[in-house]
C-alpha cells in the first residue's frame, strides 16, 4: 500500500500558486512535477537507484509502506507540509546496499539538511521524526542502516553489512542525500545536521570522530558507544538475575518495589521529592531495607530473600572484564522497571552475537556467553564499531557535538555518556570549558532511554516528537535540535537545554525545566518544583 492521500485541498492551491503566470504557455515545471519526474531526472551514478518519488500534500496519511514489520514506529504519519518524497537504494558493495528517504518541505528557505539516525538494530527509517524535522524545515534524510528491519538476521553470512551498521551506512546515505538535495532544490546546503538516539546516537558520535566534515553539528541522544560492551552486559545481567523460578530471580512485581525503595531512600537528596533522583550518580541505598525478616516473604510482606538482595546489590556494581578493567558502567538507581532489568537478554543483543560475531544461527545466548566471549568481543570490535575515539578531527574541522542522556535509563546506563566525556577530556588534554567550543553534553535527570521517564524528558529530539501528541505545538526553541542550529548559525552555544514533562497521551505538559551542562548539574532553588525558576544550575 503506497500512502493515502486524505486531503487534496494543499495540493491544489500549491500547483495554483507556484504556476507560471503566464509567458506563452511554457510553464517552468511546478515543485509537484519536479519531484514526481527525480526518477527521470535524478542519476547521480551506477550505484544509486530511485525507488520512488512522490509529492506529499500536508495532511497525508503516510502509512510507512516500505518499514519491516520488525519495525515499531507508529504505524502512520500525518505530513504538517508540503514536500517531495524520494526513495534511493545505494549500493555499499558488491553484496549489501543502503535505502534511504528525502523528504523535502515545500519551505526550504534556510536551506537546512539534516541526517536522522536508527534504533536498536536499526533497518527501520524513522518516519515520524522524518515528518516532524521536514515541517520544522529541514531536507531530511533517514536510511535503513544497510538492512531491512529491526533485526541482525541479514548479518548472517554477509560481514558486508555488519560493516554497513557500523559506519557506512550513515556515511553513505548522508553523501546520496545531500547529491539529491542539491540537485532537487538545484541549489547548494547552507548548513548540515546530525540527530540520533541510542544507536543514532552511536552513529552521532562515528560522524564526530571519524567524518565530522560532513556536518557542521552532531546531536547524538543516549549514545550507544562501546556497544560491543553494551551487548555483553545483557549477557551479564542476564546470568544475575537467572531465569523465573530461580532463587536469584526477581519478578517486574519486585522490581518495582525494589525501585519504590530506592526512590524512598534517593528521592529526596535534591530537595525535592517528586520520582526523579536528579543526580543518580549520588545515590547509594541499602538494598537490604527491602530484606524479609524472620518469617516473612514476598507474599506476606513484599520483602526480598537475602539471595535476591544480592542480585540487586551486583547490578548497581560496575561491569569488570576478567583483566579486572571496566568493560561498562553500573545500572542508574532509579531506572529498575524496564524489560532489560528483569526480561531476559534483548533480543538485539542475542541477534548481535549469534549473526554477526559467531555467524551461526544456532548460537545460544543463554546457554552459551561467557566473559571471555565479551573480552574477545571487544578486542575484535567488527569494523570500529565502539566509536570510542577522541575528537580530535571534530575539533580541527571546526564541528559541534551535543551529547544528551536520560538519566533514567534502563537500557544504556548514563554513566556511558559521563565516562565517554571524561575520556575526551582526558584524552585530548582539555578542560571541561575548552571541550565546551565543540562539545557540550547535557545530563537529562528523570529522562528513560531516549523518551519518556518521570522528569522533564522532552527535549524536541529523535523518537520523542512521533510520541507525543501536537508534538508541532510544542515549541522547538531551546530543545537540543534547535539548540545546535542556534550554536551552528549564530554562535550562541547551549548553557542549558529545556526539558519537559509531557504526557504522551493526552500532550499535557506538567512541568518545565532548563538542565544544566555538565560538570554542572540541576539544582533546586526552593519554590514550585515544577516552575523553571525554582531550578538552577551548581558550580561544576
Ligand atoms: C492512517 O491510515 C492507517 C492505515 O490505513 C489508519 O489505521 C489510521 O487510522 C489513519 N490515520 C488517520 C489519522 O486517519
Ligand atoms: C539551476 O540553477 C541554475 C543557476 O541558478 C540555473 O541556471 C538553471 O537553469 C537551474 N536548473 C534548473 C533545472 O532549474
Not at 520544522?136 to 533485526?151: E, R, S, V
Not at 543518580?280 to 539471595?307: D, I, N, V, Y
Not at 537478554?345 to 571471555?372: G, M, R
Request: glycine content about 10%.
Amino acid at each position: 500500500m503506497k500512502s493515502s492521500i486524505l486531503t487534496f485541498t494543499a495540493s491544489v492551491l500549491f500547483s495554483l500558486a507556484a504556476a507560471d503566470p503566464g509567458h506563452g504557455g511554457h510553464h517552468p515545471p511546478t515543485f509537484q512535477q519536479r519531484c514526481a519526474r527525480l526518477a527521470q531526472t535524478f542519476h547521480p551514478d551506477h550505484k544509486t537507484q530511485v525507488l520512488a518519488a512522490e509529492f506529499l500534500p500536508t495532511g497525508t496519511n503516510f502509512t510507512n509502506p516500505d518499514n519491516h514489520p520488525t519495525c515499531q514506529s507508529k504505524p502512520f504519519t500525518i505530513t504538517l507540509t508540503d514536500m517531495c518524497r524520494l526513495r534511493l537504494k545505494v549500493k555499499t558493495s558488491h553484496a549489501s546496499a543502503v535505502e534511504l528517504e528525502a523528504w523535502m518541505p515545500l519551505n526550504w528557505n534556510k536551506k537546512r539538511y539534516l541526517v536522522l539516525g536508527n534504533g536498536g538494530l536499526g533497518g527501520c527509517i524513522a518516519y515520524p521524526d522524518m515528518g516532524f524535522t521536514a515541517w520544522l524545515g529541514f531536507a531530511t534524510i533517514a536510511h535503513n542502516n544497510g538492512h531491512l528491519g529491526d533485526t541482525g538476521e541479514h548479518f548472517l553470512n554477509n560481514p558486508n553489512v555488519v560493516e554497513d551498521y557500523a559506519y557506512r551506512a550513515i556515511k553513505t546515505a548522508t553523501k546520496a542525500g545531500k547529491k539529491a538535495v542539491r540537485h532537487f532544490y538545484n541549489t547548494s546546503i547552507k548548513k548540515s545536521y546530525f540527530m540520533g538516539c541510542s544507536s543514532g546516537g552511536r552513529q552521532g558520535l562515528k560522524a564526530a570522530q571519524d567524518f565530522p566534515e560532513e556536518f557542521d553539528g552532531i546531536v547524538a541522544g543516549a549514545p550507544a558507544n562501546d556497544i560491543n560492551n553494551l551487548w555483553s552486559i545483557s549477557g551479564h545481567y542476564y546470568k544475575l538475575n537467572g531465569n523465573p523460578g530461580d532463587a536469584s530471580y526477581l519478578s517486574e512485581e519486585q522490581w518495582t518495589a525494589m525501585r519504590n525503595e530506592i526512590l524512598r531512600q534517593c528521592d529526596g537528596l535534591d530537595g525535592v521529592v517528586d520520582g526523579v533522583i536528579e543526580e543518580p550518580r549520588t545515590c547509594k541505598p541499602r538494598f537490604e531495607a527491602l530484606m524479609c525478616g524472620a518469617g516473612k516473604t514476598w507474599t506476606s510482606h513484599q520483602c526480598l530473600t537475602a539471595t535476591q538482595v544480592d542480585t540487586v546489590r551486583k547490578l548497581y556494581e560496575p561491569y569488570y572484564g576478567t583483566d579486572g578493567k571496566l568493560l561498562y558502567p553500573e545500572f542508574d538507581p532509579g531506572s529498575e522497571v524496564t524489560d532489560d532489568v528483569y526480561g531476559g537478554v534483548p533480543p538485539s543483543a542475542t541477534e548481535w552475537w549469534k549473526y554477526a560475531i559467531f555467524n551461526d544461527a544456532n548460537w545460544d545466548f543463554h546457554s552459551q556467553f561467557s566473559l571471555q566471549m565479551a573480552m574477545d568481543m571487544k578486542a575484535l570490535d567488527p569494523y570500529g564499531i565502539s566509536a570510542w575515539k577522541p575528537l580530535t578531527k571534530l575539533k580541527q574541522k571546526g564541528r559541534k557535538l551535543l551529547t544528551y542522556h536520560g538519566l533514567q535509563d534502563g537500557v544504556i546506563n548514563s554513566g556511558n555518556s559521563y565516562r565517554y566525556y571524561e575520556y575526551v577530556s582526558r584524552t585530548m588534554g582539555l578542560t571541561s570549558s575548552e571541550l565546551d567550543s565543540f562539545y557540550r553534553y547535557f545530563p537529562i535527570p528523570g529522562g528513560s532511554h531516549c523518551h519518556s521517564g518521570a522528569g522533564n524528558w522532552y527535549v524536541g529530539a529523535t523518537s520523542q516528537v512521533g510520541r507525543v501528541l501536537n508534538a508541532k505545538d510544542i515549541p522547538a526553541e531551546g530543545g537540543v535540535l534547535m539548540s545546535m542550529v542556534k550554536w551552528v548559525e549564530e554562535g550562541v552555544a547551549p548553557e542549558r537545554i529545556t526539558g519537559r514533562n509531557m504526557n504522551a497521551k493526552t500532550g499535557v505538559q506538567s512541568s518545565i525545566k532548563e538542565h544544566c551542562k555538565w560538570p554542572k548539574k540541576n539544582k533546586y532553588l526552593g519554590g514550585n518544583p515544577n516552575a523553571k525558576e525554582s531550578w538552577g544550575c551548581t558550580d561544576p
